[in-house]
């Protein structure tokens, strides 16, 4: 069973305007959460990330809310630009799993002109 | 340029012909993985290295090995490849074990398919 999910595969967005994309997890004991982003032809590359202890952290364009009691993470990208169409993985690690990272399916981005 | 390297790029291969992926890094890192890419599930870890000589399963190892002999270096083996193995794979790397919150360095991928 996957521990962490993100439930739309896919999310169409137009230029300038937010884009939210949405990570559920089961395992409690994840205490550190990252996003990844991902364009054709290349490896991931880490975006943003959230410890446990904070409930939100903002880079630029991108923040990441963290809700722990709903076992719940966002990142949300304002404004949205075509550069950030991509697919993005969510990422969650366990202190006691020696931060190995658990990644969610991928939500694949579109953000048109 | 600090980075992860992997080849090749594209592999096509057929059952059973055994075939090695190579995984290098530049940045002195200790930790060193490998994940398989497939359609909805994600990334999922296949087997990852703490150090050199140092390697323990993922979730899914089955039909793999890997040998760390040198810090540098992780290749990833297909004795005999299968067509369930049919795959995108990606080498990451990490400064150390225990330290996700750094961030992985992921190679560009290598697109298997096995026929």
């Known amino acids: 069973d996957q521990q962490v999910k993100q439930n739309s595969p896919s999310l169409s967005v137009q230029e300038g305007r937010i884009s939210i994309l949405n990570c559920d997890y089961t395992?409690?004991?994840?205490?550190?959460f990252l996003w990844y982003k991902k364009y054709p032809a290349e490896g991931p590359t880490f975006l943003i990330s959230?410890?446990?202890?904070?409930d939100k952290n903002e880079d630029g364009r991108f923040t990441v809310f963290l809700n722990k009691s709903a076992k719940h993470l966002s990142l949300h990208i304002v404004p949205s630009q075509p550069g950030d169409s991509a697919v993005y993985f969510c990422?969650?690690?366990?202190?006691?799993?020696?931060?190995?990272?658990?990644f969610g399916g991928g939500t694949r981005l579109m953000v048109k002109p | 340029e600090a980075q992860v390297t992997q080849n090749p790029r594209y592999l096509i291969t057929v059952t059973g012909k055994k075939l090695t992926v190579t995984c290098s890094q530049n940045?002195?890192?200790?930790?060193m993985s490998w994940y398989r890419q497939d359609p909805g599930l994600g990334l999922r870890q296949i087997y990852y290295s703490m150090n050199v000589e140092v390697t323990d399963k993922g979730d899914v190892p089955e039909g793999y090995k890997v040998s760390r002999k040198e810090k540098r270096n992780f290749p990833l083996i297909l004795e005999s490849p299968s067509p369930n193995q049919t795959s995108l794979y990606f080498c990451?790397?990490?400064?150390?074990?225990?330290?996700?919150?750094?961030?992985?360095?992921f190679g560009s991928g290598t697109r298997l398919t096995v026929v």
């Open positions: 940045m002195n890192h200790e930790y």
């Open positions: 395992n409690s004991m994840f205490d550190y």
């Open positions: 959230i410890s446990s202890i904070k």
């Open positions: 990451a790397s990490s400064l150390l074990w225990g330290q996700a919150n750094y961030g992985y360095t």
């Open positions: 990422a969650a690690s366990a202190n006691n799993a020696g931060n190995m990272l658990t």
